[in-house]
């Protein structure tokens, strides 16, 4: 895994580039200490994951992440901050980041890490018990009139809760296979790109019988 380390505290950056590069398939390619440099980093390096801070001074990491998706949709960004600030969790949920951390479980970075590079999205504990909260907007929105069946439904709302596929095919008694078939439906008939703005849409326009 190439990996680049974006954090204004240059203590920070290197301590995990050490700690990280323990892990014999991590390969930090590069660190840098602003938003601009995440810009810069990520246009000539392409890492497969960035790791980034989100409070630094000039341009933040959500504004750094919002040029970085801009021009490259499929970049996978894992915030890590000492902010569970709601605003904060919001943005980067809605702009499209993989995952949002609390600096202070640095054990569970790497697993973290690991689990963006393969798809998936992560939020630490405190985030997702903060998330219904967060994200339920009372919207009503009719899935069923944009061919969403009740069980694709079931799919998403497992989804919403930060489950893999591989977990929400145990929970339905269901393949892998079957599973990513429902999400690459559902998202194409939302017109969304990935699991984590579908976890977001669900979030925002929950079934009210649910």
Request: glycine share 8%; charged share 25%.
């Amino acid at each position: 895994m190439k990996l680049l380390i974006i954090d204004d505290d240059a203590l920070v950056c290197a301590s995990l580039k050490t700690i990280l590069e323990t892990d014999p398939q991590v390969k930090v390619v590069g660190t840098g200490g602003s938003g601009r440099e995440a810009v810069s980093l990520y246009r000539r390096l392409r890492p497969d994951v960035l790791l980034m801070d989100i409070r630094m001074d000039g341009l933040t990491g959500l504004e750094a992440g919002e040029l970085i998706l801009r021009e490259a949709p499929e970049a996978k960004i894992l915030f890590l901050t000492t902010f569970s600030d709601d605003e904060y969790i919001i943005k980067a949920l809605k702009l499209g980041a993989k995952g949002y951390l609390i600096k202070q479980n640095f054990e569970s970075i790497l697993p973290a890490l690991h689990a963006v590079e393969s798809g998936q999205s992560v939020f630490g504990s405190e985030i997702v018990t903060k998330l219904p909260e967060l994200m339920q907007s009372g919207d009503k929105f009719d899935f069923a009139a944009r061919g969403v069946s009740p069980r694709e439904l079931d799919v998403i709302s497992l989804v919403a809760k930060g489950l893999s596929n591989k977990e929400i095919a145990e929970a339905l008694f269901l393949s892998e296979g079957t599973v990513r078939n429902y999400l690459s439906a559902v998202l194409d008939k939302l017109e969304l790109r990935d699991r984590t703005q579908l976890a977001v849409f669900y979030f925002n326009h929950q079934p009210q019988d649910r």
